[in-house]
């Protein structure tokens, strides 16, 4: 399925909100042409691989459909991934770089690279369109994902509630990836924001009238410390889905208290898999019911396995990671009940202290209840004795120095948490805990 057809259904709607204007579905359908023509005229062939240097915007939407038409392999690649865009552009063998935003000149420059990898020769056989996604590198290291974008667009031939919707979710993720064709698929509005920082979307759902928030339990955090939904009118919006990263339910019970009338919804979703539907058991429940057409869960061990018909074709510079029967690890540790599942975190990110596991979320949650305490990202580090033990990093916003708050915090987490679970070290942050896709970074913290 392409979305031509579905395009041209809502002529006379509005596509998108950028800066202010809109873009009718007629005019993005001419936008589209319009890119299929200079495709044609920069002699670009059917499965090439072409990395679009942008966010979302007008132009980049287009650009991105009309590639697709062509049957050309898209590695969008924004702002984001800062010093590893070279990296990233040798990892995917990009033939052509493109600049939609371009003024001057020819917007398509040729790399001088000849891309041969078996998984683009495969696409190449069937004569679909590719995408290529890197992974976040929350385990150390960056995936590069290589998606047949036509079954990745199949589940969108379903139709859906068409809402105005916020491209929060970056046009290089799997989940703004996802928000653009389900939005386009179903004549909704994509509503683009200025930048990512609180002041701007809430002007952006405000602005217009957006309905759906899609974001990150991050994001959100940072909305309710700025406190700048005080000052915007945010009535027009009816849902707030999260994902990308486990919600302390802390977090959750604040955002139900701001947001009373709105419905908060959990995702799942991973770069090899696109996006699961879900449904949260209720707005401020953590356990969730995950699965639907074209997806297939099981729990083996305590880890979470999907297989899915929207799976990705493989990793570009890894092994495959199905099992001989075609599941994915997700490598998500879950509890049951049972059809309903609650993430515990990572497997990969689990403190085992003394034979005890530590599950960051969780301490994460409690920290993030102390006066004072701005965020919070804890992991474990070596041991001698005990294998491992707890560190924190937190941002304050009061003004207190280190051995003040490691007393506060461990008379707070007293009655709270596990002994073995309070942190033993703790390290005062002097920047923010997540990187520009608004995930929180253990790792670097």
Sequence with gaps: MLLR??????????????????????ELLDAIDAWKWRIGSAELRPGSVVAIESDFAPQSVALFLALAECRCIIVPLTASVGAHSADFKIIAEVEWVV?????????????????????YERLRATEHPGLVLFSSGSTGTHKAVVHDLLALMEKFKQRRPALRTVAFLLFDHIGGV??????????GTLIVPRDHSPSAVCAAIAGARAQLLPTSPTFLNLLLLSETHT???????????????????????????????VVLQQTYGLSELGIVRSKSRSDDSLWMRIGGAGFETRVVDGVLQIRAESAMLGYLNHPSPFTEDGWFVTGDMVELDGE??????????????GGEKVFPIEVENVLQQMPGVLDASVRGDANPLTGQYVVATVQ????????????????FCKDRLARFKIPQKVILASKELHGGRFKKDRLGS
């Design 231 to 261: 000052h915007h009118d945010l009535t027009s919006l009816e849902r707030i889905t999260y994902g990308t990263e486990p919600m302390p339910l802390s977090l959750l019970h604040r955002i139900r208290a701001v947001f009373p009338g």
């Design 340 to 353: 309903y599942l609650r993430i515990l975190g990572r497997k990969s990110e689990i403190i085992n202290v």
């Design 396 to 411: 304050l916003g009061s003004a207190e120095t280190l051995s003040e708050f490691r007393m506060r915090m461990r008379a």
């Design 99 to 119: 600049d939609p935003a371009a003024v001057d000149g020819d917007p398509f420059v040729r790399t001088g690279v000849r891309a041969t990898h078996p998984l």
């Design 178 to 187: 996802n928000t653009m064709l389900h939005v386009l698929s179903n004549g």
């Design 5 to 26: 057809g579905r395009l041209e259904e809502f002529r006379a709607a509005d596509a998108l909100w950028f800066k202010n204007s809109t873009m009718t579905y007629d």
